[in-house]
């Protein structure tokens, strides 16, 4: 009986050729790829360490205090979000004014505007906005301001963003 046994196991090897090898072999790096995409996590929340904060015209908002970073993307120093993966992503950010003032927030993606957020108030108030867009790895991403503005900082204002699926 285990010479039968032997006899049908090599009929069956037998039977795979090395296409067959090789296109398993192919489909297995594709579905670890997938994978590893999969398991991908960037998210990130920027805030200012003073209650009480400002930034200056044209130029990026260093939003001071990242109380949550994962993946290391944004950078605290500079203001910026550098996407680690291409993908899917969502950013969001909120302008809490402090008295009067007319806000203007944008954000950029690459230095090219490709949202505008922009309230006149003659009290405190809030101002949020959120897209959700394509990036390619090493797309920079943050927010500018095109006026001096002082503002409520700590946990009223804020930046964040996140990866929905990495491709």
């Not at 203007?104 to 906005?129: F, G, V």
Request: proline content about 2%; aromatic content about 14%; glycine content about 6%.
């Amino acid at each position: 009986m285990a010479i039968g046994l032997l006899v049908l196991l090599v009929l069956m090897v037998s039977k795979v050729d090395a296409d067959d090898v090789s296109y398993l072999q192919k489909e297995t790096t594709a579905l670890k790829l997938k994978i590893d995409l999969l398991s991908k996590r960037v998210f990130f929340k920027a805030t200012f360490q003073d209650p009480i904060a400002s930034c200056k015209g044209d130029q990026a908002v260093i939003f001071d205090s990242a109380q949550t970073n994962v993946g290391n993307a944004y950078s605290s120093t500079s203001g910026v979000f550098t996407a680690p993966f291409r993908g899917d992503y969502v950013f969001a950010y909120q302008t809490f004014s402090y008295g009067g003032a007319d806000i203007s927030w944008d954000l950029y993606i690459n230095d090219q505007m490709a949202l505008r957020a922009r309230s006149r108030t003659s009290d405190d108030t809030s101002n949020e906005s959120v897209l959700p867009v394509t990036l390619q790895a090493g797309d920079r991403v943050y927010v500018k301001s095109h006026l001096d503005l002082t503002f409520y900082g700590r946990n009223h204002s804020f930046f964040a963003g996140w990866l929905v699926t990495a491709f």
